[in-house]
């Protein structure tokens, strides 16, 4: 079990371009989120997943932004005509329900700069 | 619509000395998290408080929560230099597993 995986760590693009980076969760892990973290705050949820079922997605995202976890494995998600707004780095966590717990596992992360 | 709040923001604290940080929200929280982040690093979890009153304790640290009072504290104990990182709280919307973090608090113990 190597954690969860998110490609690529970082990605330098224009305004307007499309962006897609993937998040390759724990095996068995049936949850899956993405979040968003600019510098000097916290996490800020993005959508959530379990397994291919996306079950909630934050008014924060607005339609320029999709998620997909299509075999409930791997998710992706791509942002639509990038702004400058959209530099940040996007966080991918995963875990196991029904485990009262719940305990996010994150990845490194995938830095994104829009210039 | 839960919101979670921490203080201080900053903490720069003498090695050997003892601090609480400590997480306020809003509305009822199925769950408290404590995570902590290394500059450049992703986040670890540190505890997971399910009920009012627990205390959970990891070597210098040791986290409670009160429900009643909808507080959670990290208390510090005779800090020491790899304790500098920025901790987070973070509690789940009752009846889903959505997440909100506060706004973190960077510690800084100084030799």
């Known amino acids: 079990d190597t954690g969860v995986s998110q490609n690529p760590r970082h990605k330098i693009t224009k305004r307007g371009q499309n962006v897609t980076f993937r998040c390759d969760p724990i095996?068995?892990?049936?949850?899956l989120y993405w979040y968003r973290q600019t510098l000097g705050q916290g996490p800020e949820f993005l959508t959530y997943?379990?397994?291919?079922?996306?079950?909630?997605k934050s008014r924060l995202l607005s339609d320029r932004f999709s998620a997909e976890r299509p075999k409930g494995s791997f998710s992706t998600l791509e942002i639509q005509r990038t702004e400058q707004g959209d530099s940040a780095m996007y966080l991918c966590?995963?875990?196991?329900?029904?485990?009262?717990?719940?305990?996010?596992?994150f990845g490194a992360g995938t830095r994104l700069s829009v210039l | 619509e839960l919101k979670v709040e921490q203080n201080p923001l900053f903490l720069s604290m003498q090695e050997g000395k003892n601090y609480t940080i400590y997480c306020n929200y809003s509305?009822?929280?199925?769950?408290l998290y404590w995570y902590r982040q290394d500059p450049g690093k992703s986040l670890e979890s540190l505890f997971v408080?399910?009920?009012?009153?627990a205390v959970k304790q990891e070597g210098r640290l040791m986290a409670s929560l009160d429900t009643k009072a909808r507080l959670s504290t990290l208390h510090i104990t005779a800090a020491v230099h790899d304790l500098s990182a920025t901790y987070f709280c973070?509690?789940?919307?009752?009846?889903?597993?959505?997440?909100?973090f506060g706004t973190g608090t960077r510690l800084k113990v100084l030799a």
């Open positions: 997943f379990q397994n291919e079922a996306q079950l909630e």
């Open positions: 966590a995963s875990s196991w329900a029904p485990l009262a717990k719940n305990i996010q596992y």
């Open positions: 095996s068995e892990h049936n949850r």
């Open positions: 509305t009822t929280s199925d769950r």
């Open positions: 973070a509690g789940s919307i009752s009846g889903t597993y959505k997440y909100i």
């Open positions: 408080l399910l009920s009012n009153g």
